[in-house]
């Protein structure tokens, strides 16, 4: 991980933000970014801001040992917020409630290029088991 950013208390459902993170997930952020500018969706207003924080994070480090093209989303998760709990009038004079839910995004970046010397290495053996 180089850098995160995170996005709390987005008025939207994390229902419908895990739709949008999925299509980002382990994409290029430019690649990512570009995605969500052209999806006709609210949640993807939300997480492009959450990701152009990132890369903006990214850009502030000291020792670059990395370029911004190289940068990927290498984590990205919605979790739940506090839900706002509002109520509206139902059959036989009672109250419903209605749960206005609101969720949290992390996203994480990584650069290929680090990610390449890693593995490079971090060479694995294979190791012989007996059958």
């Not at 430019?30 to 993807?44: F, R, V």
């Not at 984590?75 to 709990?85: D, E, H, R, T, Y």
């Amino acid at each position: 991980m180089i850098t995160r950013a995170v996005g709390k208390y987005l008025k939207i459902s994390p229902k419908k933000l895990s739709l949008i993170t999925r299509l980002i997930s382990r994409k290029k952020v430019d690649e990512a970014i570009y995605m969500l500018t052209c999806l006709n969706k609210k949640g993807a207003k939300l997480v492009k801001s959450v990701v152009e924080s990132a890369r903006s994070n990214a850009s502030r480090i000291p020792e670059k040992k990395f370029s911004e093209a190289d940068l990927y989303i290498s984590k990205i998760s919605v979790q739940m917020g506090p839900a706002l709990k509002r109520f509206r009038a139902m059959s036989m004079g009672r109250a419903g409630t209605i749960r206005k839910r609101t969720s949290h995004v992390l996203v994480e970046l990584d650069a290929e290029t680090i990610q390449k010397a890693k593995a490079k290495t971090s060479k694995k053996r294979k190791v012989k088991t007996r059958k």
